[in-house]
T-cell receptor
Framework: DAKTTQPPSMDCAEGRAANLPCNHSTISGNEYVYWYRQIHSQGPQYIIHGLKNNETNEMASLIITEDRKSSTLILPHATLRDTAVYYCIVRFTNAGNMLTFGGGTRLMVKP | DTAVSQTPKYLVTQMGNDKSIKCEQNLGHDTMYWYKQDSKKFLKIMFSYNNKELIINETVPNRFSPKSPDKAHLNLHINSLELGDSAVYFC???????????FGSGTRLTVV
């Protein structure tokens, strides 16, 4: 799996958009970009994934650059409950290809 | 209903003991996993298992063994527990062809 680079921590004001960057310059053509988060003391939670196109769901939006070497997870209106560690993961989806976590970004949403 | 459930939530035991952590998923997924999260908060894959194949992370000591009585369960057995085994262990499941993993809430193991 391609390696990802994320800032170790970020702050965001409550109600504002949180933009979490991820660099994956060695991504290959068939690798997807996944985002998970882990709220304190809980299991990781799937957020969103994409291949080439931008994606949006009820939790977040994922913006992938045209060259696919970086992406941004956007939480449009961050709340205190969004405080968590956010993981950007690049991987193939074939069976046996396990989800491997890096260090992630610790997002602190402040009142 | 909890999608992926683990028991116990907390486990305190002495060095040298043998213990098991149970995991059950009611999602009908075909693959289950065990992860370890140590005190530095790094999440490391330990095992991946479906009814055809067990994939073991090469860094996992052979004191750890997954056992699957059926498709919905993947239990983790640990022999001769050591202090360094203290961590939070997460079970997860996924379905081939789908994209998201569903994680359990974790089991905090403390070896004293």
């Amino acid at each position: 799996d391609a390696k990802t680079t994320q800032p170790p921590s970020m702050d965001c004001a409550e109600g504002r958009a949180a933009n979490l960057p991820c660099n994956h310059s060695t991504i290959s053509g068939n690798e997807y970009v996944y985002w998970y988060r882990q709220i304190h003391s809980q299991g990781p939670q799937y957020i969103i994934h994409g291949l080439k196109n931008n994606e949006t769901n009820e939790m977040a939006s994922l913006i992938i650059t045209e060259d696919r070497k970086s992406s941004t997870l956007i939480l449009p209106h961050a709340t205190l409950r969004d405080t968590a560690v956010y993981y950007c993961i690049v991987r193939f989806t074939n069976a046996g290809n396990m989800l491997t976590f890096g260090g992630g970004t610790r997002l602190m949403v402040k009142p | 209903d909890t999608a992926v459930s683990q028991t116990p939530k907390y486990l305190v035991t002495q060095m040298g003991n043998d213990k098991s952590i149970k995991c059950e998923q009611n999602l009908g997924h075909d693959t289950m996993y065990w992860y370890k999260q140590d005190s530095k908060k790094f999440l490391k894959i330990m095992f991946s298992y479906n009814n055809k194949e067990l994939i073991i992370n090469e860094t996992v000591p052979n004191r750890f063994s997954p056992k699957s009585p059926d498709k919905a369960h993947l239990n983790l057995h640990i022999n001769s527990l050591e202090l360094g085994d203290s961590a939070v262990y997460f079970c997860a499941s996924s379905q081939q062809g789908e994209y998201g993993y569903t994680f359990g809430s974790g089991t905090r193991l403390t070896v004293v």
